[in-house]
C-alpha cells in the first residue's frame, strides 16, 4: 500500500459529522420525480434534477439508449450525437442556425420528452455535434460558441440553471476549461445563479487548471465516477458546476458499443428508502467492493473484484450513532454489516469483513463509519474512517487486481490535498 509522507499533522482523524451523504430533502426528490416523469414540477434546486453524459459515436442506432437514460434523468448531455432523430421525433424546426429541436412522444416508461441538436463543423453527420435531451421544455436553448467546437445549453428558469453539453477538443491544452468558462458566462449574462457542464472533457478531471484566466471557475466543483469512462481507459466524461452537492453521484452505465460509457449523476437516496450503490476506489480500472464468493457467513472477507451486477457488490447506507452522525455499511445480499477481523481488538492492516449488524448501534461500533468528503473540489470523493478503530478503509497496497483484500489502515495522502488513491472511494448509485 501507498506510504507517502504524512502531513505535518500527523494522521489523526477529523471525527466531524458526516455531510449527510443519505440525508437528502425529501421534497426535493419529489420534485425531481416529476421532473424525470414529465410532470410539471415547481421550482426546485438544481440538484434535484438527475443528469447524465454520454458520448454516443454518432450512431442513429444508439438513440434507443440515450432515451433510455431520460427514463431516470431529467437532463441528458450527448456527445457525437446522429443528426439523424430517433424514429418519432417530431420536428419542432430550427433555433438559430444550427440547432435543430424535437418533441418525443410520451411512452408507457417516460413522459414527453425534448431533444436538441447541434450541427457542428462542414459535415455535421460525420462531426462532433452535441444534443441534449430534457423532461421539461427549456425555456431557452442556444449555441454557446468555443474555439474549436460551441457548447449546446439549455436553460430551466425555474431552476435558475444553465446546463450544457460539451465535447472539448482531443488536443487538450485549455480548451476545456475554456468551454466551461463559456457556459458560465452565459449564465451570468442571463442572470442565472447556477451552470451545469457535462460532457465529454478529453482530459482527466485532476488535470484540469483551476482559477486563473486559463482555468475553470474557481468556485467550481468536479463530479466524477472515480474510475475510466472510456474503453481505452480515459477518464474523460464528467461534469463540472458552481453547485456543491452530494445528490450528484456518479455511475457508469452500459456502452451499448460505444467506446465510452454513460455517466449518470443522481442521489444515494430515492423513493422510499436508501439507494442501493457499489463503490470502489480511485485505483484506475473500475472495480468495486465485493463480498468474496458471494458467501453470507459472519467473517466472510471484503475483496476488490470487477462489476459483475451481483448483490453481493451492492451495498446501502443506514444511519446510526448520536444524532446518526455514522453510517452502517449493509450488504444487500446478506443484509450484514461491514465490520472489521477481531473487532475492537484489530489493528492496522485488519482486513474488513461482513458480520450479523449490531443491535442499538451506540458509540465506538466497528460496523460504525464516518463517510467524508473532504475536498470540495471534488463532492464525490469519499473517505471512509471506522468510528472505533479511527482507520481508513484501504484497498491494500493500492492493487486493482480481482481479489485484492480490502483493509483498514492509517490516514494518507496522495499528491496533496489528496488522500491517497486506495483510501479515496466513490460510491455510485444503481438504477
Not at 434546486?45 to 459515436?57: F, G, K, Y
Not at 424546426?93 to 418533441?103: H, S
Not at 443522481?266 to 485505483?283: E, H, K, M, Q
Request: proline share 6%.
Amino acid at each position: 500500500m501507498q506510504h507517502p509522507e504524512k502531513r505535518t499533522e500527523g494522521t489523526v482523524r477529523r471525527r466531524a459529522a458526516r455531510r449527510g451523504l443519505i440525508a437528502l430533502v425529501a421534497g426535493a426528490l419529489c420534485a425531481a420525480f416529476l421532473m424525470v416523469a414529465g410532470g410539471s414540477a415547481s421550482a426546485a434546486p438544481p440538484d434535484s434534477n438527475r443528469l447524465a453524459t454520454w458520448n454516443m459515436q454518432r450512431s442513429s442506432g444508439r438513440w434507443t439508449y440515450a432515451l433510455d437514460l431520460s427514463d431516470r434523468a431529467s437532463v441528458v448531455a450527448l456527445q457525437e450525437a446522429s443528426i439523424t432523430p430517433p424514429a418519432g421525433a417530431v420536428s419542432l424546426g430550427r433555433i438559430g442556425a444550427n440547432i435543430r429541436a424535437y418533441r418525443i412522444p410520451a411512452t408507457r416508461t417516460r413522459g414527453v420528452r425534448y431533444l436538441y441538436i447541434l450541427h457542428q463543423g462542414a459535415n455535421p453527420a460525420r462531426g462532433v455535434n452535441p444534443a441534449m435531451i430534457t423532461s421539461f421544455r427549456p425555456d431557452r436553448v442556444e449555441e454557446i460558441p468555443g474555439v474549436y467546437r460551441s457548447a449546446l445549453g439549455v436553460t430551466r428558469s425555474a431552476d435558475d440553471t444553465l446546463f450544457a453539453s460539451i465535447h472539448a477538443s482531443a488536443r487538450g491544452g485549455t480548451d476545456a476549461a475554456s468551454l466551461v468558462r463559456r457556459v458560465r458566462a452565459r449564465a451570468n449574462l442571463r442572470g442565472l445563479a447556477n451552470w451545469v457542464v457535462l460532457g465529454d472533457f478529453n482530459r482527466a478531471p485532476r488535470t484540469l487548471p483551476v482559477g486563473g484566466a486559463t482555468g475553470i471557475p474557481a468556485n467550481a466543483h468536479i463530479y466524477e465516477s472515480g474510475g475510466p469512462t472510456q474503453l481505452s481507459g480515459g477518464r474523460l466524461d464528467y461534469a463540472v458546476s458552481n453547485v456543491y452537492t452530494e445528490n450528484w453521484q456518479a455511475a457508469r452505465g452500459n456502452p451499448h458499443g460505444s467506446d465510452h460509457w454513460p455517466i449518470t449523476f443522481s442521489a444515494l437516496r430515492a423513493g422510499a428508502g436508501p439507494a442501493r450503490f457499489t463503490f470502489g476506489d480511485n485505483g484506475g480500472n473500475g472495480s468495486v467492493v465485493d463480498v468474496y464468493q458471494a458467501r453470507r457467513t459472519n467473517g466472510t472477507h471484503l475483496i476488490l473484484y470487477h462489476p459483475d451486477g451481483g448483490t453481493n457488490q451492492q451495498w446501502t447506507l443506514r444511519a446510526t450513532g448520536f444524532r446518526n452522525e455514522f453510517d452502517r455499511i449493509v450488504s444487500v445480499a446478506s443484509g450484514k454489516c461491514v465490520d472489521v477481523d477481531n473487532g475492537a481488538a484489530s489493528k492496522q492492516g485488519s482486513q474488513m469483513n461482513i458480520w450479523t449488524c449490531h443491535r442499538n448501534g451506540t458509540g465506538n461500533d466497528t460496523q460504525n463509519f464516518a463517510l467524508e468528503n473532504p475536498l470540495p473540489l471534488f463532492p464525490n470523493l469519499t473517505t471512509i474512517a471506522d468510528e472505533a478503530t479511527s482507520y481508513l478503509l484501504n484497498v491494500a497496497g493500492n492493487s486493482s487486481a480481482d481479489g485484492t483484500p480490502v483493509i483498514q489502515y492509517a490516514q494518507q495522502y496522495g499528491p496533496l490535498p489528496f488522500p491517497a488513491d486506495n483510501e479515496a472511494f466513490y460510491l455510485h448509485p444503481v438504477s
